[in-house]
């Protein structure tokens, strides 16, 4: 796990000294992603050059530093990821006359480039990664991303230079950094509290979709061009259903499966451990690195003493069962307090996913005595394993139905008339102030006005139904949840669903927490269900399979329950959460009125003034919660703050 940055010019005159200092500059700014050493590579007379971090997991000698050239100088790579196969290629390079100076991953990546090409390497890596490749032969760089999306990308031009790196805020270095705010990405974060790909907070620069890669010729580079993304790998040709398998029989196929993945991703050179939160997917994932670990696996998990908070007791459970080296932390509302002040940096554009806070908790006192740690993050978007998956089902099935007509009513009635109807009809409203009630009644007017499950579940999942009324008016751009469904891929049922999240709640906002928490802490995180042989197979099996009497994740249940007792795991699902609505109008109270203060909210110019403060006022005196759809705009107004005010531009 490393952090690189990069660039390319579209001139053709620069001066050397100049340029490796930028490059040492755009790497210094992500040195926690790479702790043990930096590099720089620049080709002077085509204007390119690449920086690297690393933080050193396999080959821990100079060998293994990047940026790397190939034996035969051909191409220079910068690499961020582990690619968990390179051992099984590696051996069949040599076999073909390759030659390798270390045991890196990396050079078996570049041997591998020489022998078969970009784009079939690429499809025979079976990793987490991103890079930046340079073909000194064909002038042309490549920046690549792996199948999942677990680690991150950005490029785009600043002025006449392309830029990319690993976290915008390398690219921030580059002297032609202009950093305009992209007004167009407001929406998507009030909708969801994340901005998600490919768009990002910036004009002009964009993140790399998940299984993609972009090839810019330097012979043709324009400023303000870019190549369209090429796909080397289709997650919508993976949901191909077999109806051979019963769950017994799936499970057989799925440990074996997971054996072996996991044993892979159990290669280091440095000290390994693993998340365990007690639920079923971290459990399953340390349950089958200790059957093969030759002493007890490290695991980690921390605790809250707020009621509805806290794991802490079951992943103790799991781990006193399976004879892990367990360590536990209960943290105060202080220690997660003073995590806040840190988020606009760690996250670098706004991010409000707020169990951000325990994440980055969890993997500093990860760090402390390991430097790999493997999570089990990817069960429910593989696994049917979301509570909201049925209810979704169950509400688009019956909007014709006679429970649903109240509904409908509301769906058709004028604003004028539905909040007084509202509190004539439904005693549960008469609580709620006018406001509430209408915030209500927009969230059922936009499910009602779907036109197809796809759409209705994306309304479903957005924290304010007309993200508009907050952010300005604008046509929210194509992004994973309202992208056209692949004919592949069922347009009813669970699979579609499943599909929306893995193309966005997975790659934009699960996985961007992680990644970002982690490294912050120079930690590495690895994800055994992501890797593409386990997705593809998960992807092939009947959603029935999966949901039974309105509880998913049969098949992994199954693995897992050889392992740790039923009952140890069978209970409500829980998230991974703090109690950020209370703290809001508590120990947060006092910053979040400085940020929410209305005359600054004006000078600003970005959101519907009265209509936050309604919302801010609202969620203080207690008749609602309205901690999530602040939380996003929050984390604007620091992040805003964050950055030097100067220096932005609303584009």
């Known amino acids: 796990m490393c952090g690189f940055a990069g660039f390319a010019g579209a001139g053709r005159n620069i001066d050397k000294d100049s340029c490796e200092t930028r490059l040492r500059k755009m790497g210094e700014a992500i040195v926690h992603r790479g702790p043990d050493a930096g590099g720089v590579w620049l080709n002077d007379a085509l204007s390119v050059g690449l920086s690297h971090r690393r933080l050193s997991i396999l080959d821990l000698s100079p060998l293994g530093a ?39 991953d990396t050079e078996v990546m570049l041997a591998a480039f020489e022998a078969w090409g970009v784009e079939a390497a690429l499809g025979r890596f079976a990793g987490m990664f991103a890079f930046a490749l340079f073909d000194q032969q064909e002038r042309r760089l490549y920046l690549a991303r792996d199948r999942m999306g677990e680690k991150p990308l950005y490029y785009g031009w600043q002025g006449s230079t392309l830029v990319f790196g690993s976290e915008l805020k390398a690219l921030q270095q580059h002297p032609e950094w202009q950093g305009e705010i992209n007004r167009g990405a407001l929406p998507l974060l009030v909708r969801h509290n994340l901005i998600p790909a490919p768009h990002t907070i910036y004009s002009g620069i964009f993140k790399l979709l998940p299984a993609s890669f972009v090839a810019v010729d330097l012979a043709r580079l324009e400023p303000g061009q870019l190549p369209e993304p090429s796909r080397y790998w289709r997650l919508e040709d993976q949901f191909v259903e077999s109806d051979d398998w019963t769950v017994e029989a799936a499970a057989d196929h799925l440990e074996a499966l997971l054996t072996k993945v996991i044993g892979e991703q159990m290669v280091s050179d440095v000290p390994l ?35 509805g908070f806290n794991e802490a007791e079951h992943a103790a459970a799991v781990a006193r069962h399976l004879g892990t080296d367990h360590t536990e932390l209960y943290v105060t509302e202080q220690d997660a307090l003073k995590v806040i002040p840190l988020l606009s940096k760690m996250y670098d554009e706004p991010f409000a996913d707020s169990s951000q806070i325990p994440t980055f908790l969890v993997s500093e006192m990860t760090r402390k005595k390991v430097t790999v740690a493997l999570s089990g993050d990817g069960g429910d978007e593989l696994f049917c394993g979301y509570t909201r998956y049925p209810g979704t089902l169950d509400a688009w099935n019956r909007r014709g139905a006679v429970k649903s007509r109240v509904e409908n009513l509301f769906s058709r009635l004028p604003e004028s008339l539905s909040v007084p109807v509202a509190r004539a009809l439904m005693p549960s409203q008469r609580h709620r102030s006018s406001g509430g009630i209408s915030f209500r009644l927009d969230a059922t007017r936009a499910a009602a006005g779907a036109g197809d499950l796809s759409e209705f579940y994306r309304r479903r999942v957005s924290l304010w139904p007309y993200p508009g009324k907050v952010a ?12 056209t469904m692949p004919e592949t891929v069922p347009e009813t049922g669970l699979k579609t669903l499943m599909w929306r999240d893995l193309n966005w709640y997975l790659p934009d906002d699960i996985l961007v927490k992680v990644d970002r928490a982690a490294m912050a802490c120079s930690l590495e995180t690895r994800i055994p269900m992501l890797d593409h042989r386990v997705v593809s197979f998960a992807l092939g099996l009947p959603a029935s399979l999966n949901l039974k009497d309105g509880r998913g994740k ?45 005359s600054r909210l004006r000078e600003q110019g970005y959101w519907n003034v009265d209509t936050v403060r309604w919302f801010w006022l609202e969620h203080l005196s207690g008749r609602e919660d309205y901690s999530f759809q602040l939380w996003g705009i929050l984390m604007f107004q620091a992040w805003l703050q964050h950055q030097c005010e100067g220096s932005l531009h609303e584009g």
């Open 66 to 104: 990047q940026p790397m050239v190939s034996a035969s100088g051909r191409f220079v790579i910068a690499f961020n990821g582990e690619i968990y196969n390179f051992q099984a290629l590696g051996e069949e390079l040599l076999a073909d006359g390759a030659h390798f100076r270390g045991h890196s």
């Open 472 to 483: 300005g008016k604008g046509e929210e751009p194509v992004y994973g949840l309202n992208e």
């Open 273 to 307: 451990g693993a998340f365990l939160s007690g639920g079923v997917d971290s459990s399953t994932v340390v349950a089958l690195m200790q059957k093969q670990a030759s002493t007890p696996v490290k695991t980690f998990s921390i605790g809250f003493n707020e009621e």
């Open 554 to 598: 049969q098949v992994l249940r199954s693995v897992l329950y050889r392992h740790v007792p039923r009952e140890m795991i069978d209970r409500p699902k829980q998230g991974f959460a703090v109690p950020v609505g209370s703290w809001l109008r508590g120990a947060l109270r006092e910053w979040a009125d400085a940020l929410l203060e209305p």
